[in-house]
């Protein structure tokens, strides 16, 4: 069993940078893939990103790719989302999800999730 909990957001103007932590409860985390999602109103719940459990794959949507960097720290048990250069289209609730296959792109193929930290990009 896993236990996710996600801090790190914000309002923030388009341009700027925010910087999104999960941390995970449980002697089992380094085993897990992770990801980010987010799901904006009205809309489905997306893949941002997603790490392999040794650090080894990263996987970046399209829209976010140069601009959003996710890591690791397996001794610490966090996972981070560094997203720069911000734009209003990246609104949503951002959450921090564990699983066992970094390459799953959907969210009903994770298997614990956080609550969730909203993200609001506005001038």
């Known amino acids: 069993q896993v236990q996710l909990v996600e801090s790190g957001g914000g309002l923030v103007q388009p341009g700027g940078s925010l910087r999104l932590s999960c941390a995970a409860s449980?002697?089992?985390?380094?085993?897990?893939?992770m990801a980010w999602f987010r799901q904006a109103p009205g809309k489905e719940r997306d893949l941002v990103a997603s790490i392999s459990w040794n650090d080894a794959s990263k996987y970046y949507v399209d829209s976010v790719k140069g601009r959003f960097t996710i890591s690791r720290d397996n001794a610490k048990n966090t996972v981070d989302l560094q997203m720069n250069n911000l734009k209003p289209e990246d609104t949503a609730v951002y959450y921090c999800?564990?699983?066992?296959?970094?390459?799953?792109?959907?969210?009903?193929?994770?298997?614990?999730w956080g609550q969730g930290t909203q993200v609001t990009v506005s001038s």
């Open positions: 449980g002697r089992t985390f380094s085993s897990y893939d």
């Open positions: 999800a564990a699983g066992r296959d970094y390459s799953a792109r959907y969210y009903w193929q994770y298997d614990y």
